[in-house]
Nanobody, 128 residues
C-alpha cells in the first residue's frame, strides 16, 4: 500500500483546507487498506490521531465534539480526504495518513505503531 498526501500549505485562521491521501493498493486486494487514518504532529509534540475511515465508510474522530474536521473517501476508495474548517494556529502540523488491513479499532492509540503503511506527510501552517 502506497500513500501520498497532498493539499497542505499556508492558511489564515478561519479558513478551510482539504487534504488528500492517495491510496494505492499494489496487491489489488482492496482490504489491504481496510483502515485509513489521518494523523498530525506539531513541532515538539507527539503524533496524534485525527480521524479514521474504514473501507465500508465507518468513520471515527479523535475529538467527537470537534465538528471542524471531516474525513471522507471517494467512491473508488482510492482517495481519503480530511477537511479542516475554521483553521486555528493550533492546527499547524505535519499531517500524515496511514493504512492497513484490519479494522481501525486495532490501530487506536496507543497501538498506532501497528500501522505498516505511512505517507510522507503534508505540512499545514496556519497563521492568526
Amino acid at each position: 500500500v502506497y500513500l501520498v498526501e497532498s493539499g497542505g500549505g499556508s492558511a489564515q485562521s478561519g479558513e478551510s483546507l482539504s487534504l488528500a491521501c492517495a491510496v494505492s493498493v499494489v496487491s489489488g486486494v482492496a482490504e489491504d487498506r481496510y483502515c485509513v487514518a489521518w494523523f498530525r504532529q506539531s513541532q515538539g509534540k507527539e503524533r496524534e490521531e485525527v480521524a479514521t475511515i474504514e473501507l465500508d465508510g465507518a468513520k471515527s474522530y479523535a475529538d467527537p465534539e470537534g465538528g471542524r474536521i471531516t474525513i471522507s473517501q471517494d467512491s473508488s476508495k482510492s482517495t481519503v480526504y480530511l477537511q479542516i474548517d475554521n483553521l486555528q494556529p493550533d492546527d499547524t502540523a505535519m499531517y500524515y495518513c496511514a493504512a492497513d488491513d484490519l479494522k481501525c479499532l486495532y490501530y487506536r492509540t496507543p497501538y498506532t505503531y501497528r500501522f505498516r503503511n505511512w505517507g510522507q506527510g503534508t505540512q499545514v501552517n496556519v497563521s492568526s
